[in-house]
């Protein structure tokens, strides 16, 4: 939802930016301002995400200095909606999922609904050019006569065929029929239907933005009068035009869709207005241009620019997902809680019973109780139940399983370093100090432990009065030895 709500955040803050370069152009012919409201409608169905995605496959040897700083400062404005950062873990909300079905279920109800429209008024065009005759009347396309009542107009995206209603040469003048033709010609030379088509998926997909549909009102407005200007260009007389126009619009129906290009589109008054008074709009000067060109390469080159800015981070920021939990609870024991359970879990994860602060210091530094000094009191005495999950990915990433290892401690304790820091704003400080210390070194009659054979077994155990193990390392036996006589002891085996 989230994602969603970021595209069509962008999509609107581009529209807007596409509305004020058009008003810009407004003096300038109308093909130009066509071109840029057709750029806002496509940019519905290109995220810049994607875009993004795609500059964050390349990456400079040196990245800029200021390249953070405009990375996030672009993000910022463009991604308006982030998902909130929770203290700890809860239960999904049941209501939520709901919710994202409700709106999916509206969603898809909405979009079968407008292709349905769409598909009902394509069968009505499709009827009446299945029953057309050929029309002998020479063009670069087929033209066919109709009886229906239909507006001439061209159909078909990739194989566009005329269709005429059936005597229009006796309701027209010649002049008039010619300028009408020219008119539909131009629709075909500059592939109006195709255009057309792509924004009718856009108001598929987007039916519930009002700005779509403001956006295809334009489209077909400065279509209509592109053809217009091109017609009047080719030295028709604009009385003779606008005549032949306003005699369709008194005979025929408009046509029923946008990718069937008419000739009665956009707002008639307008239109005849711009024709009688026979207004030569300028072309685009080279300023005009290059502005144009720059704001082109601009929207596509920008997103890019930031991906390939933010592959480092990136890199950085999923090396960082191994050394972090995806999610974790973190609740205080019951008053009176006895035992403790300190154990890390398949998959990278934590799991505590009743542990207590100075524990868990112990087991992510490494380190024994008697290397640790300072901190609150409740230190030791209040415990904690924690049950935390390392990401699926990072740790598929970086073991290729789901087991727990021994070479996945090290990620456990740096996870568990960032927990500490995250929720209980734990800092530390490094030092050294002089102390006593153990050294466990070989008898002088030499070691009477055998060497294991059978390579794994199940480690080393410590009860109050016995130490047992099978297959383990030295290494243990003296960690142990530590954390009963409070000293370091050095392993000089």
Known sequence: MILIANHLWQSTLFAVAVLLLALAFRSRRAQPRYWIWLAASLKFLIPFSLLVSAGSQLEWRTAPAVAPAVSATVEQISEAFTPLALPEAAPAATGRPALARLLMIVWFCGCAGVLAIWCLRWRRVRVALRLALPCNIEAPIPVMASASLLEPGVFGVFRPVLLLPAGIAERL???????????????????????????MLVEAIFWFHPLVWWIGARLIEERERACDEEVLRQGKRPQVYAEGILTVCRLYLESPLPCASGVTGSELRKRIEAIMTNRIARGLTPAGKLVLA??????????????????PQSRAQTNTEAVTFEVASIRPSRPGSRGLILQFTPGGGLRTVNAHLRQLIEVAYDVRNFQISGGPAWLNTQGFDILAKASQSAESAAAGNREMTEDR?????????????????????RGTRQMPAYALVVAKNGPKLKESTTGEGRGINADRNLV??????????????????????????
């Open 409 to 429: 401690v090290p990620y456990v304790r740096q996870r568990i370093q960032a927990l500490l820091a995250e929720r209980f704003q734990l800092s530390i400080r």
């Open 468 to 493: 047992t193990g099978d297959a383990a390392r030295i290494s243990l036996l003296a960690d142990i030895l530590a954390r009963r006589t409070g000293r370091p002891v050095l392993d000089r085996t």
């Open 173 to 199: 003048t010649a002049e008039q029929l010619d300028a009408i033709l020219a008119h539909e010609l131009c629709h075909v030379r500059r592939r109006d239907n195709l255009a057309a088509a792509m924004h």
């Open 294 to 311: 720059i704001a082109g390469m601009t929207a596509v080159a920008a997103p890019i620019l930031i991906g390939i800015m933010r592959a």
